[in-house]
């Protein structure tokens, strides 16, 4: 059975640092592309972070550079850590795991974990 449990959900105040996990099971972790999604209230569901199976990176424009996501193929899990955080990033965080296979996309959602930013 595929899962994704994020962690780390919490009230961070503006400039606020805060790390979110995702452990993943069900599946040949090391093969798969890792991304980090959030959503906010009334907003779509935008790409915050992405990690290849060979580890590169890439980051949202609105985020670059106060996010690093990495992985650890032993433990199967990403992370996300967030530094500076604004009020703006308040959101529900999910993790997403995804593979091309063939012509076929492989992709499976984690529950998310609530992140709040505030005074």
């Known amino acids: 059975q595929v899962q994704l449990v994020e962690s780390g959900r919490g009230l961070v105040q503006p400039g606020g640092s805060l790390t979110l996990s995702c452990v993943a099971s069900?599946?040949?972790?090391?093969?798969?592309?890792m991304s980090w999604y959030r959503q906010a209230p009334g907003k779509e569901r935008e790409l915050v972070a992405f990690?290849?199976?060979?580890?590169?990176?890439n980051y949202a424009g609105s985020i670059k550079g106060r996010v690093t996501i990495s992985r650890d193929n032993v433990n199967n899990t990403v992370s996300l850590q967030m530094n500076s955080l604004k009020p703006e990033d308040t959101a529900v965080y999910l993790c997403?795991?995804?593979?091309?296979?063939?012509?076929?996309?492989?992709?499976?959602w984690g529950q998310g974990t609530q992140v709040t930013v505030s005074s």
């Open positions: 069900g599946f040949s972790f090391r093969n798969y592309g």
């Open positions: 997403n795991a995804w593979r091309l296979i063939g012509t076929q996309l492989a992709s499976y």
């Open positions: 990690i290849s199976s060979t580890g590169s990176t």
